[in-house]
């Protein structure tokens, strides 16, 4: 199995950019959920879905920041305009279930640079 | 809210020492919790975990035990190595929700 499969693995980019990370949740996995990680804020949830459809978006910070899921293998995050506050590692994890005890597996991550 | 507290790192031990990283939670209900590792450059991986009180959770030598009465999932390894320096967060998913809440995260290194 090749894991959660994030791309771009590192961008950079300049303010007011757009900027799009996407992601491939383990096939068979019905749970995708979207973090943020900075130094400041430690590990943060923005989003996650379920069988394609939005459960919990209270994390995504401001509108600038939009998340979909067109089909169970795949789901972007968008950022648009990007700002410099925006720079952080953005991993992406899905699981089987929301059941108790499913666990949850990561993606290795997108390092966004924001200049 | 939920919330989960870990002790501030970083923590810098020598090879074969004991370690403990202290978590505590706060939560409605019963909640299930969580142990996962970040090693370098990587994403997040399910360390260990326990669903109920006084479950014990363990894999690869480390050891967390429910305790609904101190509200704490304390992390134990009896004889760390230099290849365990990561950063180790705890986390709890309550309710039916797949919703997890971390903790800020505890940098462990050893060192030879």
């Known amino acids: 199995d090749a894991g959660v499969i994030q791309s771009p693995r590192h961008e950079v980019t300049e303010m007011g950019q757009e900027v799009t990370l996407r992601c491939k949740p383990i096939?068979?996995?019905?749970?995708l959920f979207w973090y943020r990680q900075t130094m400041m804020r430690g590990l943060e949830l923005l989003i996650y879905?379920?069988?394609?459809?939005?459960?919990?978006d209270s994390g995504m910070p401001e509108d600038r920041f939009s998340a979909k899921m067109p089909n169970a293998s795949f789901s972007t995050l968008k950022i648009q305009p990007s700002e410099p506050r925006d720079s952080a590692v953005y991993f992406c994890?899905?699981?089987?279930?929301?059941?108790?005890?499913?666990?949850?597996?990561f993606g290795p991550g997108t390092r966004l640079t924001v200049l | 809210g939920n919330s989960v507290t870990q002790m501030e790192g970083p923590v810098t031990l020598s090879e074969e020492a004991f370690l403990t990283i202290n978590c505590t939670y706060t939560?409605?209900?019963?909640?299930?919790l969580f142990w996962y590792v970040q090693y370098p450059g990587e994403g997040l991986q399910l360390l260990l975990k326990?669903?109920?009180?006084?479950d014990k959770g363990s894999n690869k030598g480390f050891e967390a035990t429910y305790r609904k009465e101190t509200t704490s999932f304390h992390l134990e390894k009896g004889s760390v190595q230099v290849s365990d320096s990561a950063v180790y967060f705890c986390?709890?998913?309550?309710?039916?929700?797949?919703?997890?809440?971390f903790g800020q995260g505890t940098t462990l290194q050893v060192k030879p």
């Open positions: 994890a899905s699981s089987q279930d929301r059941a108790v005890l499913d666990e949850q597996f």
């Open positions: 096939s068979g996995h019905n749970s």
């Open positions: 879905f379920n069988n394609n459809v939005p459960i919990d």
């Open positions: 939560a409605t209900g019963y909640p299930s």
């Open positions: 326990a669903t109920k009180a006084d």
């Open positions: 986390a709890l998913r309550g309710g039916n929700t797949g919703k997890l809440i």
